[in-house]
């Protein structure tokens, strides 16, 4: 079956320290893989995403950076936070395509607090 | 790019009562998605419409995707202390892309 891990699933970190969320997919080749953020109580933000390895389309530009290293992996960056990389990043894997049947499947999150 | 609107921000009502959730577009839409996210929770997908004036129903939830493909709903009939949470409208933008409504937080009153 097709699981989705994304982690650390909480962390706090100080400006002007770097960060790295990592997601991996199972149970399937070559998905379409997202990083989306949540602020407190707001929408999701789509922030990148990739149709291949090595393959980066980013959305809004900022101090944030993805990479795919391998067919199932996902890595979100920062060299430095700020206060407002504050917030709920969730990474999504999309099987086939969203022309396909479209669904994206969300890993559990993870709750990033910049002091 | 394509976004959608979706309304109300906020929905407070007491359980059995229903509830509804409005997403609008200023285009015309391929299709439409629906994710719930209870709270603290990730989203997690509903249903996806893709033909003008769909009615798709699970269980109490109805959703409709309009004649002319750039509005939807989400009706909840009777509604439970198992229905809150945040429900999301989604549209694909692009080939590969899903932007995301606000989302409509509902929370019942028991």
């Known amino acids: 079956s097709q699981t989705i891990h994304q982690w650390p699933a909480t962390l706090v970190q100080p400006v002007g320290s770097p960060l790295s969320l990592e997601c991996t997919v199972e149970?399937?080749?070559?998905?379409?893989l997202y990083w989306y953020r949540q602020a407190a109580g707001r929408g999701l933000q789509l922030l990148f995403y990739?149709?291949?390895?090595?393959?980066i389309s980013s959305e809004v530009p900022q101090n944030l950076s993805a990479s795919r290293p391998q067919d199932r992996q996902f890595i979100l960056s920062s060299k430095k936070l700020l206060l407002s990389d504050s917030g709920f990043y969730l990474c999504?894997?999309?099987?086939?395509?969203?022309?396909?049947?479209?669904?994206?499947?969300f890993g559990e999150g993870s709750r990033l607090t910049v002091l | 790019g394509q976004q959608v609107m979706q309304i109300p921000q906020y929905q407070h009502v007491q359980e059995g009562e229903d509830f509804t959730t409005y997403c609008n577009s200023s285009?015309?839409?391929?299709?439409i998605q629906w994710y719930k996210q209870r709270p603290g929770g990730h989203p997690v997908f509903l249903i996806q419409?893709?033909?003008?004036?769909e009615v798709k129903k699970q269980k109490r939830l109805t959703f409709q995707f309009g004649e002319a493909k750039k509005n939807s709903s989400l009706h909840i009939t009777a509604t439970q202390t198992t229905d809150v949470g945040t429900y999301f409208c989604?549209?694909?933008?692009?080939?590969?892309?899903?932007?995301f409504g606000q989302g409509t937080r509902l929370t019942i009153n028991p």
């Open positions: 999504a894997f999309a099987t086939s395509g969203l022309a396909g049947t479209g669904e994206l499947f």
């Open positions: 149970g399937t080749s070559n998905p379409n």
């Open positions: 990739s149709v291949g390895i090595g393959q």
């Open positions: 285009t015309t839409l391929s299709n």
């Open positions: 419409l893709v033909k003008s004036g």
């Open positions: 989604a549209a694909i933008q692009g080939a590969q892309k899903l932007v």
